[in-house]
């Protein structure tokens, strides 16, 4: 398996809604990323765990609330989210650290904050 | 000065063509360096990872890096319309992901 899997792939969510993005991978990577991609932007970080404890947090609003429960699994918790936080949010994963792979990306979940 | 530029695109080419993708950047701490390639409505895809400064070939892309010049190239031989795609450039210090930086992106349209 040499994929990382997240679901949904498509999610509209109003202001008021508690929502959570997951991540999945079985490759054995030990740090995993959430991204934030808007149209035509490239992705920006905005967590990173390593070893499952949360290590980079890029000043994130607190309406954003990652957990990773096991070395497979990454989640983002929603809540009292904006319009403007409408955009593509992009899972990744890597070995430990780059190793010679880079990174793995998933495929996103397109929300919609209405 | 953004830390990383990119040509701007859209690049169009007709299908055949050497395509050349580029970006320069301003951090000279910069170690490691990527090319990813992104579908419409897809995640981006590694295709070219390199450390440090050199060539790397794989099948029809060759990746440059120029650490003296903060220059780094993508080249793409024999260009299909199945390349036609969003091209990143990225970057890093080096692992976890601190400072890993994306450039803005060239689309890429090759033409049959």
């Known amino acids: 398996d040499t994929e990382v899997t997240q679901t949904p792939k498509h999610l509209v969510m109003g202001m008021t809604n508690k929502k959570s993005l997951k991540c999945e991978q079985h490759?054995?990577?030990?740090?995993m990323y959430w991204y934030k991609q808007k149209a035509k932007k490239p992705p920006e970080l905005m967590f990173v765990?390593?070893?499952?404890?949360?290590?980079i947090n890029e000043s994130v609003p607190s309406r954003f609330s990652p957990e990773c429960p096991n070395s497979s699994l990454l989640n983002l918790h929603l809540h009292a989210l904006q319009p403007e936080d409408s955009a593509l949010y992009l899972c990744?994963?890597?070995?430990?650290?780059?190793?010679?792979?880079?990174?793995?990306f998933g495929s996103g979940t397109r929300l919609t904050v209405v | 000065q953004k830390e990383v530029e990119q040509d701007p695109g859209p690049l169009s080419v007709p299908e055949g063509a050497i395509v050349s993708l580029n970006c320069t950047y301003s951090?000279?701490?910069?170690?490691?360096f990527m090319w990813y390639r992104q579908y419409s409505r897809k995640g981006p895809e590694l295709l070219m990872y390199?450390?440090?400064?050199g060539n790397k070939e794989d099948g029809r892309f060759t990746a440059q890096v120029d650490k003296s010049s903060k220059y780094i190239s993508l080249f793409i031989r024999d260009s299909q319309p199945s390349d036609s795609a969003t091209y990143l450039c990225?970057?890093?210090?080096?692992?976890?992901?601190?400072?890993?930086?994306f450039g803005p992106g060239t689309r890429l349209s090759v033409l049959p």
């Open positions: 765990y390593s070893y499952e404890k949360l290590s």
């Open positions: 490759m054995g990577h030990r740090a």
């Open positions: 990225a970057m890093t210090l080096g692992n976890y992901g601190q400072n890993f930086v």
């Open positions: 390199t450390y440090s400064s």
């Open positions: 951090n000279s701490a910069f170690q490691y």
């Open positions: 990744a994963s890597s070995q430990g650290g780059l190793g010679d792979y880079g990174y793995t």
